[in-house]
């Protein structure tokens, strides 16, 4: 079993947090694990990214070869894009709709949308909507996370108790949100790849 | 022993704690900030009494080390590859010193540059001081390689050098923990005479640590992490150093390598692995993080050997960090389609946050020195230097740390009008006190606005060494008072502001202006706090 993952976003997106409670699972399942993230300079509203690496065989590289990653997670739709040229030919693209607009010449919505929908295998979602819906915008990255979750080849129930274990000391009320909102995305998940 | 993700850096400032670290002496620098940082926050630590502090600057954290060496303890100085220029000093002349008890410095190289002015090779350094220099390919060798550097430092007493870089310091993976060892007792040096650098006991030292170096090397060709591994095609021999060698295993999801390989992760270079592999193959391919170090070696100055390929000859591109596909296209690996990254995707820069200080004092920066024109603001390296891309485009230098007060003076004296040296309050404490001190001897004509913001806020809000202070420091120097200004960067103030940064442009002579105004990712993280406190 081998999972490439590159995490990508705008720096204090939460991309980190997503990172952790895949981490602490993959701890769980006596995987190996790998994850090379960004700190410095671009956690200042500058793009960020993580590379992500699970696997059952002892790991090589902290970085993903490009062309072989088996999913881009991404909390912002044009950043899901920048790091296309890690995604491997049949891997997934799982972006949050919502931009992150901090600069000036942010693209056109409609076409970034239109960039994300050629590849072969996408799901698209508004996290932030479905966040807020449950109770905390915040949640976002976790709703994408849930969106992500059925192409991670572990148990969905580890992924809850990472939530447990990781949002505990902040109390019942946000490990209930963020259990939520992992539900929720791999609802919409699942719901996209069956339609 | 259950396994624990860290980081790079974690692993090796959990390792300090588990190999009997008396303490650890740092500035903060990406990308070595987590390894102070996380003995700081570690409870373990503050139970063994471990000493974790923040300094003023790279060379008083070294020489804090040292002086922890000499009292017999084992002490780890950390910091960023740029820090060790600022160490240098201490650094070279540690190397002749010697250690009572273990002294690392671990540096950490950022290459290509991710948050750095430049992308230096410590190696240079290490084999410069010529001591043992140690480089982790993944995160448990950095473990384990702090425990085998303090017993290193010890057996020869020589300080030892651990290089990592940016990708092994923040990239987290499992580490099996050793035994805890304890503290050394306290223990002057045998000879009370071995740290006093006069140059008749120097040229005794410097002599020993010439005598050690077969010793060190003796070390090297025997370091369980220096390794040669037979191949049948010996159409190449590769030498992979460091990181360089995990690219090259990924390159072989078999982790069969057809090739010889010697992998080198300790040095002085081990020379019978390297030379066996010079005599066995047609050619050498050198796979190294950073500079051309062991290529350059290999080749001489006249590189009349056999052929080496690696960043010189073009095999590899000169510049930047390795990755898998570099390495694998070295190797002469068909390159597969790699998508593109369509035409749209905009970059997105790094910039000041919403509300930050700094956005008020560039606004009024800008408008104060409108009349003289662009080009005379020195400025220095922070969040601040962010002021240097657009909208605002304030400043015109960032060299290193402390250079835009010495910079500006050298502008004055050369007739520029005004000069303006624009720091942040860490970076003044770091290395800017000196030089407004030679601006005060010669009245030099500079306006310096020291931007205290009350943290270290580039690497993440770490204590501001003059917290409170920076007036008194400033009048302590020679500041004139009536030139020591103190503004309160806010939109609503920006008139009263822009008055008062026109009033010491005009003045001829040393002037201070300090906008001062809490960083607003330190004062979110109290406001945060007070919260949860609360409830
Ligand atoms: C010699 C050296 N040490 C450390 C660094 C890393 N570094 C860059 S900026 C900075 C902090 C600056 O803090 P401050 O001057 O208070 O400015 P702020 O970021 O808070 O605006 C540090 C530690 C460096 N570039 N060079």
Known sequence: ?195 | MQKQLLLGDEAIAQAGIDAGMSGIFAYPGTPSTEITEYVRGSKEAKQKGIVASWAANEKTAAEAALGMSYAGKRSITAMKHVGLNVAADVFLNASITGANGGILFVVADDPSMHSSQNEQDSRVYGKFAMIPILEPTNQQEAYDMVHEGFDLSERHKVPVMIRITTRLAHSRAGVVRKESRDQNQFKLPENLRQFVLLPAIARKQYQSLLDNQPLFQKESEESPWNSYRPGEDKSIGIIACGLAHNYLMENYPDRKVPYPVVKVSQYPLPYKNIEKLYNECYRILVLEEGYPVVEEMLKGFMNVGKEINGRLDGTLPRAGELNPNIVGKALGFNQYEIPEVPDLVAKRPPSLCKGCSHIDSFIGLNEAIAEYGKGRVFSDIGCYTLSALPPYESINTCVDMGASITMAKGAADAGMKPAVAVIGDSTFTHSGITGLLDAVNENTNITVIILDNATTGMTGGQPSAAFGRIEDICRGVGVDEAHIRVIKPLRKNHEENTRIMKEELAYEGVSVIIPRRECIQTLNKRMRQKFKDKK
């Open chain 1, 1 to 195: 079993m081998k999972n490439d993952i590159i995490l990508a976003g705008v720096g204090g997106q939460g991309i980190l947090s997503i990172a952790a409670i895949i981490g602490y699972a993959a701890v769980e399942s006596n995987l190996y694990l790998k994850q090379a993230e960004v700190h410095g300079m671009s956690q200042r509203g500058g793009d960020v990214q993580s590379h992500l690496r699970l696997s059952s065989d002892e790991i090589a590289s902290d970085l993903i070869p490009q062309g072989k990653a088996d999913m881009i997670i991404s909390v912002e739709p044009m950043e899901a894009l920048r790091y296309l040229p890690y995604l491997g030919p049949e891997g997934w693209l799982i972006t949050n709709t919502e931009p992150f607009v901090n600069i000036p010449d942010y693209p056109d919505e409609e076409a970034i949308m239109q960039e994300i929908k050629k590849l072969k295998r996408n799901v698209t979602l508004d996290a932030g909507k479905i966040a807020g819906e449950l109770g905390n915008k915040k949640s976002a990255n976790v709703v994408i996370l849930g969106a992500a979750s059925p192409f991670i080849d572990i148990p969905f129930a580890l992924l809850e108790d990472a939530i447990r274990k990781l949002f505990g000391r902040k109390g019942e009320e946000v490990v209930a949100i963020n259990l939520d909102a992992l539900r929720a995305g791999r609802e919409v998940a699942k719901s996209e790849i069956n339609s």
